[in-house]
């Protein structure tokens, strides 16, 4: 079956840099995402790995072992506005399509 | 980015009422539109996922007839919450998804309030 496991919550401070964990398991593989969701609103895009290594994308990268079923998300210079929820999801085609979504992380950022 | 509007962005209403929420891709064609449900500090729940002209497919205990959803065109879906009941009070977001990426593209969301 699918599931995905992560973090409930994590603590770091501003300046920082976080890493947040996400291991899967996927009838097939058809890549990973990450999204950042805030309080209240909508879950954003922040990326997707479909080969192994990392990707930087800015003060955010995402890295992925497909052998492992393991990825993370890598928060650098850590600021307030970073405190959200991190979602890990993995794509599945069985049949139909969905998207698999971990429970997500919690970040608090703190001064 | 592609952009997925949703309406209304907050709703009250009587228990017993049906409310209406539309989602709407507006500058691509949603071959594919998702539904979830998302309680205060919960993930996101797949409710059912729709494809323009058929009929959606909904995920284990969720009641189609209590959730419709109609996906009659390429850029629009809709979330009728029938006999609204205070437990369905959430936070529902739509998503959509076109043919040639695994990507969705959430809209910012509907809070309901079932009073």
């Known amino acids: 079956g699918q599931n995905i496991d992560q973090p409930t919550e994590m603590t770091a401070t501003e300046g920082a840099i976080v890493q947040i964990n996400c291991t899967y398991q996927?009838?097939?593989?058809?890549?990973l995402f990450w999204y950042q969701q805030h309080a209240g609103e909508a879950p954003t895009f922040l990326s997707y790995?479909?080969?192994?290594g990392l990707e930087e994308k800015g003060r955010f990268s995402s890295f992925l072992s497909r052998s492992k079923g393991y990825s993370y998300l890598l928060l650098k210079e850590l600021q307030m506005k970073d405190s959200a929820s991190y979602l890990c999801?993995?794509?599945?085609?069985?049949?139909?399509?969905?998207?698999?979504f971990g429970a997500g992380t919690r970040l608090f950022v703190k001064a | 980015g592609a952009v997925v509007s949703q309406h209304p962005s907050w709703v009250i209403c009587k228990s017993g009422t049906s409310v209406k929420i539309e989602c709407r891709s507006l500058?691509?064609?949603?071959?594919?539109m998702f539904w979830y449900r998302q309680f205060p500090k919960q993930s996101l729940m797949l409710m059912a996922t729709?494809?323009?002209?058929?009929?959606?497919?909904?995920e284990q205990g969720v009641e189609k007839d209590k959730f419709l959803i109609n996906h009659a065109s390429l850029t629009l879906s809709t979330l009728t919450v029938t006999s609204a009941h205070p437990e369905d009070s959430s936070f529902y977001i739509c998503?959509?998804?076109?043919?040639?990426?695994?990507?969705?593209?959430f809209g910012p969301g509907t809070r309901l309030t079932v009073t």
């Open positions: 998503s959509a998804k076109g043919d040639y990426s695994y990507e969705q593209y």
């Open positions: 996927t009838s097939g593989f058809n890549g």
């Open positions: 790995n479909v080969l192994d």
């Open positions: 999801a993995a794509p599945e085609r069985t049949g139909g399509f969905k998207t698999i």
């Open positions: 500058d691509f064609q949603a071959t594919t």
């Open positions: 729709s494809n323009e002209g058929s009929k959606a497919t909904y």
